[in-house]
């Protein structure tokens, strides 16, 4: 696909404005919650060195089915470094890149960390400064020692339910609660970074799947809390507005409009010039609307099949009515929006095909620099990162043969 607003050979920008330049993340994590965690830290400018075990690399780079591609979508922007940290070499190479790290990251199971020579206490003392963040399925508790995904904690904690139909729970469409402990490690290394400033201390710093979910459906206890009555799945939730929903078109492309104030209302009706509409008695505040949703929903319906898609979105988005094409992430490609001020990320993948890949959904006012989207090649920047941090290309060469490194 050539996009017609997006170079294909998008260039590695210097991020020279852009927030976290000259940090540095190691990040030792792999399939997806680590990962976004250092996606979102790379496009804030740090440079993250991503180090994969030696000599096979993340295993994600090959996996299939719901998760193909995360590998290249998670790690854009990133340095790689294959390490083998089972052996004394492999520990000594990342004891010597950590000592002058501002941030690790890590998503290992429970142990790991320690048993492969990371963990905190041990590094910590190399580097007193350095912000170490532990991505793991849950913080420390009774469930900590459990094995945790994303879609298992969305069951655990009641996101499936909400998602999917009575007796029939369904995970969200995303790697969601990943994502969102992604973003929490964030919220907690920046956090870290700032009081360190104060204090010249780096900390531990924990984000869990479990937590995260839990904070995602808080809303719902919330609900309960104030209604008295248990939330049902959002799929059979009663309507709490009069038009909250999707609809055909002439062209046979579904839509989905919101109708939610009686201003709204007032210009709908307006728009399509139906006064009696208006004056319905029925129909003249949005609890009535609610009530008589169903008559309302077939009069709505029969404007709507008169028009095409497109110019019936324009009508009512310029009408200041909530509408918007019923898409498919694909459609993002080649999106208005996303194409504005690059948005996109021009991504190679190792088949040869480019896909417009989104990049983080922040804005910092006057700073064009962008990341440049490509994700590294499994030890792509050994020698380079290896050589900055003081190794000669003799020991770089001595490690490679040793299989300390790739």
């Keep these: 696909m050539k996009h017609p607003n997006i170079p294909a050979d998008t260039p590695l920008d210097d991020p020279t404005n852009l927030p976290l330049k000259g940090k540095k993340v190691i990040e030792f994590c792999h399939v997806v919650m680590g990962p976004s965690c250092g996606l979102i830290l790379a496009e804030l400018g740090a440079e993250v ?10 295993r994600t780079r090959a996996l299939e089915g719901h998760v193909a591609g995360s590998f290249v979508y998670f790690n854009r922007s990133k340095k ?27 998503n290992f199971a429970p142990g790991t960390a320690e048993r492969l020579g990371i963990g905190y206490n041990e590094v910590s003392q190399l580097n007193p400064r350095l912000v170490y963040c532990s991505l793991k399925g849950y913080l420390p508790g ?32 995303s790697s969601v609660v990943d994502i969102a402990g992604g973003m929490f490690g ?11 400033d104060l204090t010249g201390h780096g900390r531990h710093v924990q984000s869990a799947l479990y937590e995260s979910s839990a904070f995602l459906v808080g809303q719902h206890i919330a609900a309960e809390a104030h209604t008295g009555t248990v939330p049902q799945p959002f799929s059979v939730q009663p309507r709490s507005w009069g038009i909250y929903e ?12 919101g109708i939610t104030s009686d201003k709204q209302w007032q210009t709908f009706c307006e728009m399509y010039d139906r006064p009696s509409l208006f004056s319905e008695p029925k129909f003249d505040t949005n609890e009535k609307r609610r009530q008589n949703h169903d008559e309302l929903y077939a009069i709505c319906q029969e404007i709507f099949l008169g028009y095409d898609s497109d110019p019936l979105i324009e009508m009512l988005v310029n009408a200041g009515l909530p509408a918007a094409p019923v898409g498919q992430p694909r459609d993002l490609q080649l999106d208005k929006q996303m194409s504005h001020d690059n948005r996109m990320s021009s991504t190679q993948f190792a088949s040869g095909t480019t896909a417009y890949l989104p990049r983080l959904g922040v804005n910092f006012k006057g700073v064009s620099e962008r990341t440049g989207g490509q994700a590294p090649a499994l030890g792509e920047h050994t020698d380079t990162v290896l050589g900055n941090a003081g190794f000669s290309p003799q020991e770089i060469a001595a490690l490679r043969d040793t299989g300390d490194i790739v």
């Design 49 to 58: 060195i991503k180090v994969e075990p030696a000599p096979h690399g993340d």
């Design 186 to 196: 964030v919220i907690g290394i920046l956090s870290a970074l700032l009081q360190r």
């Design 142 to 173: 009774p469930y900590e020692n459990y094995a945790a995904l994303d879609e298992v904690v969305q069951y655990s904690t009641g996101l499936a339910y909400m998602t999917g139909l009575p007796g029939r729970p369904m995970r969200a469409g």
């Design 80 to 106: 790689a470094v294959g390490l083998n940290l089972k052996t004394e070499g492999g520990r000594q190479v990342a004891h010597r890149l950590l000592k002058d790290a501002d941030v690790l990251t890590e």
């Design 246 to 257: 999707t609809f055909d078109t002439r062209d046979g492309t579904a839509i989905f409009v």
